[in-house]
């Protein structure tokens, strides 16, 4: 695959086409077809494709956008930027996604739209729909980290209005740099989101109205279509992974294994775990030879004075729950059941 890769980056290199191009038309019919989906547009990356998402449907100033507190902040920052308020809800404490009973209390008249998912395992999306049919909303998957996961035998990123994916490196599928691609149920809103993504046009120098740029490269694409095949077995390994991890912790009292969504087969990207000490288990890990897992510092979302931080409205008990105890056990293809196991031993 190593040499696939290299032919693939000179052929690009050689061709001195890297904008757009043959490469780029490839992948945005293989990504969409490996999907069951009619067609994706690439972008230089899955935050800029959230924004691109929540400008599509008409959100800015005096709308509202629900998604999970317990997130990072580039899907804030693609509602914030919109000129809409970000509205943060609770999470499920055992899947650690979006919980479908705060989601519903929290819409009001102004709600425009939900976005979901978090750590490759897809939400309740049957309760999410559900309230978004009843109150109105629209849904945009999140996928960034769900390339691949499936909700009822569905593709993530194909039951909602929107779906937008990352090709970030540490992703399912991980790319040699920034990049991410969108779809759409809507084709006349994937096709704004392609001229928004190009200034405004689908022509060269005939702009119809004002745009970005934020394209996927013709490198990036070649070397995704090395990748793209490979994909389904990657994330059968990274579920492997998960399991090992799941058998192993499960009987260590003080360690929460997450549980998964009823109908849903996640892809895990990483593996999260609640431990009492994380900042302890991270040095024990590093002692015991293992590459150590990771935190993120969720509280910096809701800890601002910035728009982001106002969206922390009301008691979050699921998300106080994780904050300061989540610890991302690392979990990706290359993880030997043997290596797994030592990790969960440590």
């Not at 038309?25 to 959230?50: D, I, Q, S």
């Not at 849904?139 to 194909?158: F, N, S």
């Not at 490979?230 to 059968?236: G, I, K, P, T, V």
């Not at 729950?321 to 056990?329: M, R, V």
Request: proline share 6%; glycine share 10%.
């Amino acid at each position: 695959m190593r040499w696939k890769l290299h032919e693939a980056a000179a052929a690009v290199i050689d061709s001195c086409s890297y904008i757009g191009g043959e490469e780029v038309r490839c992948f945005e019919r293989e990504l969409p077809e490996w999907l069951g989906v009619a067609e994706a547009c690439g972008t230089g990356c899955a935050t800029f494709g959230l924004f691109a998402a929540v400008r599509s449907l008409g959100i800015g100033p005096g709308d509202e956008v629900l998604t999970t507190v317990h997130t990072a902040i580039p899907t804030a920052e693609a509602i914030t930027l919109s000129g809409a308020r970000v509205i943060f809800c609770d999470i499920d404490p055992h899947t650690f996604n979006i919980d479908p009973e705060d989601l519903r209390d929290r819409i009001t008249e102004r709600t425009k739209a939900v976005v979901v998912h978090l750590y490759g395992q897809p939400a309740d999306l049957d309760r999410v729909m559900e309230t978004a049919r009843e109150a109105g909303p629209k849904v945009i998957e999140d996928c960034a980290q769900a390339l691949g996961a499936r909700y009822k035998a569905r593709y993530a990123g194909t039951l909602g209005d929107v779906g937008v994916f990352s090709f970030f490196p540490s992703k399912p599928l991980g790319g040699f740099g920034d990049g991410g691609a969108v779809i759409a149920r809507d084709p006349g809103r994937l096709k704004w989101i392609r001229m928004f993504s190009n200034h405004g046009r689908e022509e060269k120098y005939v702009h119809q109205f004002e745009g970005t740029n934020s394209r996927l490269d013709a490198i990036q694409a070649a070397l995704l279509r090395v990748c793209l095949p490979h994909l389904e077995e990657w994330n059968r390994l990274r579920r492997k992974a998960a399991r090992t991890y799941t058998e192993r912790l499960s009987a260590v009292e003080e360690v929460q294994v997450p549980a998964e969504t009823p109908g849903a087969e996640p892809v895990y990207p990483a593996y999260c775990i609640v431990v009492p000490d994380r900042d302890d288990l991270r040095r024990t890990s590093r002692r015991g030879r293992c590459p150590p897992g990771f935190t993120i510092p969720f509280r910096c979302i809701c800890s601002r004075p910035t728009p982001i931080g106002a969206g922390c409205r009301g008691i979050f008990r699921g998300r106080n729950t994780l904050a300061g105890t989540c610890f991302l056990c690392r979990c990706f293809p290359g993880s030997r059941r043997r290596k797994s196991g030592t990790y969960a031993t440590v």
